[in-house]
């Protein structure tokens, strides 16, 4: 069994046609078993939806049931930014095997690249066409595409440098570049020097360029928050200490919670760091490029993943039960299971909502420092025992059907006289 559904297809028809979201809140993690000699080792990408998580994307990852690494997780992410844009991404929730310079960086400074060289045979073109266009006084202006349609310019996003000064390129949806001139500074000449002199732009990222030209263009970056490990070194004034360290008295606080409002370095990214002590004692930090309210309660989303894994294996679909190791025929047991989950998660969402709302009950938060209300039966399991009792049912009666009627062909219809004609039996006979 192979699946001919682009993963691609199925998130779009996911995303827009069955959950209808206009942003996404993407919790990342692992899941992994063992058959035999072989680890089969997941790494999913889910979408939130009204407290729900839902596998939108994975890779099997060929890494003896280790941890993913910063190419994988920035390649996840960049899948979703490539079919719904990065603007889309609403948050992103990471444990704290995520956390690394790299793959931060790669959130935080949106890595869409200025891709497109242009020749310096070309600048004496450029610049005696966009003249006519020019302001007095170096404000942004726009020239029609035509009019550099034989420049070679064919990126969104393309920096040019004249020698004499420099301009970014933005293509628009209305048919014209919106041109910027900017200006040399120290850090774009250091830049510069990386790159081939035989080109008039370099490649760059946006977020390189607000540091380059400050308040010149802006382009949000992907936020997170994540857990990330005690030993984590952070800044502190003009010195740095690890998060064990930094924190080491806050058992001495009375919420023991420490809530981030100034911002601290750290993965080489100027972030916000809390810290919390649960119930047992035991530390948690996170890690986000926001400033949040509560940082806690929101990164208790990413835990509905977890609970989406476990009704994949043990508490639903027995996923680890499968004899498949063979990848192509995971990926299409799992876009099956994505899709029967999705499937019982809309009817359980359904019942919750129009027919008779599941009853809630007291339970201690999964982080373990709280109570709460939570459902006394996930929406899952809902939709789950009424799609699962729905087809035993039609099989059952199937089977019925078929046991009954061998029995009904050894008789001669003509001889039931005596047959009660308001019995189930006769009421089948009259189907057949």
């Given amino acids: 069994m192979e699946s001919n559904i682009p993963l691609e297809e199925y998130a779009k028809t996911l995303v827009f046609d069955i959950l209808k979201l206009e942003r996404l809140e993407i919790p990342l993690d692992r899941t992994n078993w063992e058959r035999g000699d072989t680890d089969i080792n997941y790494f999913v990408l889910s979408v939130l939806f009204n407290g729900i998580a839902i596998p939108l994307y994975w890779q099997l990852l060929d890494n003896n049931g280790g941890s993913s690494n910063d190419e994988q997780r920035i390649a996840m992410i960049q899948w979703v930014i490539d079919v719904f844009g990065a603007d889309m991404i609403d948050m992103v929730y990471a444990d704290r095997e995520f956390p690394s310079h790299q793959f931060l960086d ?6 869409r690249y200025c891709q497109s060289y242009l020749e310096l045979p070309l600048l004496d073109k450029f610049i005696n066409a966009i003249e006519p266009y020019q302001t007095k006084d170096n404000s942004p202006f726009c ?125 080489s990214n100027r972030l916000y760091i809390s810290a919390r002590l649960n119930l047992k004692n035991e530390f948690g930090f996170l890690v986000s490029n926001i400033r949040l309210v509560d940082p806690f309660a929101t990164y208790k989303k990413r835990w509905n993943i977890e609970l989406m894994f476990g009704k994949f294996k043990t508490l639903g679909f027995n996923l680890e039960s499968t004899h498949i190791t063979n990848p192509a025929r995971l990926s299409a047991i799992m ?91 006769f009421k089948l006979i009259q189907t057949f």
């Fill in 106 to 111: 790669f959130l935080i400074n949106d890595n």
């Fill in 143 to 267: 020239v029609p595409i035509s009019t550099l349609k034989d420049i070679g310019i064919t990126e969104d996003l393309t920096i040019i440098d004249t020698t004499t000064q420099l301009f970014l390129v933005q293509k628009l949806q209305t048919e014209k570049y919106s041109i910027y001139p900017l200006i040399f500074t120290n850090q774009y000449q250091k830049l510069k020097r990386q790159f081939s002199a035989e080109f008039a732009c370099f490649k760059v990222g946006v977020a390189t360029l607000t540091t380059i030209f400050k308040g010149f263009i802006h382009k949000p970056a992907i936020n997170f928050v994540a857990r990330c490990k005690s030993s984590t070194v952070v800044s502190d004034g003009n010195k740095t200490l690890s998060l064990a360290e930094l924190y080491h008295d806050l058992h001495r606080k009375q919420t023991k919670t420490d809530i981030a409002t100034t911002i601290r370095r750290a993965f």
């Fill in 335 to 425: 876009l099956l299971i994505g899709i029967a989950y999705t499937c019982c998660c809309m009817i359980g969402e359904f019942f919750n909502s129009h027919i008779k709302p599941i009853k809630t009950k007291s339970l201690i938060s999964n982080d373990g420092t709280t109570k709460e209300q939570r459902l006394q039966y996930s929406k899952f399991k809902v939709g789950f025992d009424l799609l699962k009792n729905f087809i035993n049912n039609r099989l059952f009666a199937g089977a019925t059907a078929a046991q009954l009627l061998h029995k009904i062909l050894d008789y001669d219809p003509n001889n039931l006289p005596n047959i009660n004609r308001r019995s189930k039996i």
